[in-house]
């Protein structure tokens, strides 16, 4: 079974702070992806990556920066938290050429205070 | 216009009736549908895709695409308490779009 773990379920930041978010898979994919969801407004794509050190804005990439240094690993970065990113956020990773499945971490809970 | 819509929730059906989902996108180099449960406080979980036209089964699970028309549906047979949750499609290309639909909420009542 494909295994994608985010590492921090629940967090409470405060505004101003850098925050990181992890996420590692198993299952060797291409792809990796972030998205966050909110009440109403759906999966909204952040970023994603294609391929180790490649990276390409989604439909909201405001606000956050990634990372891609490893192949299993895909980190979400917060510069300066903001309440309005207040959110459950999703990792989720692909094999081959985008439009493949996708599957999904089990979600962080950010709070932003 | 959104790239993949889905039909307005949320959907209320009795415990034992077809559950009928739909979706429809803009974009004709969708090549692959997908469709996605999400149980209140938990991630999506892929239940069904799709890549041709026609119809795919899969135990009470039928999915319907019709490229022609740019839809794709989702049927629950014999609907069940345990299927009340949002329902995301999802259509993907190869050349990077990658859009989920904003979601159904399917509340099946006993």
């Known amino acids: 079974d494909v295994k994608v773990t985010q590492s921090s379920r629940y967090l409470v930041k405060r505004t101003g702070e850098k925050v990181f978010l992890e996420c590692v898979q198993d299952?060797?994919?291409?792809?990796m992806f972030w998205y966050r969801q909110d009440p109403g407004l759906g999966l909204r794509l952040i970023y994603f990556?294609?391929?180790?050190?490649?990276?390409e804005k989604g439909d909201i990439p405001e606000g956050y920066s990634v990372s891609r240094e490893k192949k299993e690993r895909f980190s979400l970065i917060l510069e300066s938290a903001s309440t309005n990113q207040t959110s459950m956020y999703l990792c989720?990773?692909?094999?081959?050429?985008?439009?493949?499945?996708?599957?999904f971490g089990e979600g962080s809970w950010l709070t932003v205070v | 216009q959104k790239e993949v819509e889905q039909n307005s929730g949320p959907l209320s059906v009795p415990e034992g009736a077809i559950a009928s989902l739909n979706c429809t996108y803009s974009?004709?180099?969708?090549?692959?549908f997908f469709w996605y449960r999400q149980y209140s406080g938990k991630s999506p979980e892929l239940i069904m895709s799709?890549?041709?036209?026609g119809d795919k089964e899969d135990g009470r699970f039928t999915a319907q695409l019709n490229k022609a028309s740019q839809y794709v549906s989702l049927l629950i047979r014999d609907s069940q308490p345990s299927d009340s949750a949002t329902y995301l499609c999802?259509?993907?290309?190869?050349?990077?779009?990658?859009?989920f639909g904003q979601g159904t909420i399917l509340t099946v009542h006993p």
């Open positions: 989720a990773s692909s094999a081959g050429t985008l439009g493949n499945t996708i599957y």
């Open positions: 299952m060797d994919h291409e792809n």
């Open positions: 990556s294609y391929d180790v050190k490649m990276k």
């Open positions: 974009d004709r180099g969708s090549q692959s």
């Open positions: 799709i890549y041709s036209n």
């Open positions: 999802y259509g993907g290309t190869s050349y990077g779009k990658l859009t």
